[in-house]
């Protein structure tokens, strides 16, 4: 009904403004009788329309679109490291416990200041090829319950945030890590469960941490591009180096 009626008024506001430069145009004709000169500038006024198409549309509002989207992704870039410095790393390490494989992971994830785009990428290559073998029972699935029990405000925050729209695979990572969540809250204990349960906390656990491992290593990528001083605290803070510490040595 609102929409009718703002389209209604739309129709009469644009009918009034055609109706007004009728009116003028003839006020112009009756006092100076000189059809001529009106159909030059009318003329004259049509053509500059299509120009004036030309450089609002494609030009100036290309680069305001382009500003804003800059603008927005680097607003949600600062999401992205607030979630990881917050939620994703020490998250990562809770997922290392679970991961029967993580060992071969670790050595190739053993991150250098001097690490090159190429370097990311056949990381990249290698995190798809990866197997993640996921034993629930293998880490501290307590120490994790609690963990994302303590953090479900932090990440219901961050899914109100319209920016992430902007951004399919960190949503995705968000929402799986509130799914393991949910998961895991609803249960009063996570000791004693049957077989079964403990494999669908499994697959629960591999789907986060596939997600986020991925994302993590994205991260990285555009720190060291973009904040250096960043990139070197995630470096030293790594959580697939057993042996990393914040102290720069």
């Known amino acids: 009904m609102r929409a ?29 009788h000189d059809m001529h000169h009106i159909l030059i500038y009318l003329i004259g006024d049509i053509a500059f329309v299509f120009i004036e198409v030309l450089l ?36 990562l390490a809770h997922f290392r416990g679970f991961d029967t494989n993580a060992s071969r992971l670790a050595d190739r ?12 990428q056949q990381m990249r ?53 509130f799914h393991l969540s949910d998961e895991l809250s609803h249960r009063s204990t996570v000791e004693g469960l049957p077989a079964a349960d403990y494999q669908h906390l499994a697959g629960d656990i591999k789907r986060a941490c596939s997600l986020l491992t991925r994302e993590w290593l994205s991260h990285l990528e555009h720190l060291q591009v973009s904040y250096p ?9 790594n959580p697939f180096d057993p042996a990393a510490s914040v102290e720069v040595q």
Not at 6 to 17: E, K, N, V
Not at 109 to 120: A, I, K, N, P, R
Request: charged share 20%; hydrophobic share 45%.
């Open 4 to 32: 009718h009626s703002a389209l209604t008024q739309r129709i009469l506001f644009g009918s009034l403004l055609v109706f007004l430069s009728v009116l003028f145009y003839a006020i112009h004709y009756v006092v100076f």
């Open 56 to 91: 609002v549309t494609l030009i100036i509002h290309q680069v305001l679109t382009e500003r804003e989207k800059r603008s927005m992704l680097q607003k949600l870039n600062m999401v992205i490291g607030a979630f990881f410095s917050e939620v994703g790393t020490p998250l």
């Open 109 to 120: 994830l053993d991150v250098g200041t001097d690490w090159s785009q190429e370097d990311f």
């Open 125 to 177: 290559d290698a995190l798809r090829r990866h197997d993640c073998r996921i034993d629930s029972r293998a880490g501290d699935l307590k120490g994790l319950q609690e963990f994302l029990v303590e953090k479900r405000s932090f990440l219901i925050r961050l899914l109100e945030n319209p920016n992430l729209l902007e951004h399919e695979q960190f949503t995705e990572l968000l929402w799986a890590v």
């Open 229 to 237: 001083y960043l990139f070197s605290l995630a470096v030293r803070t």
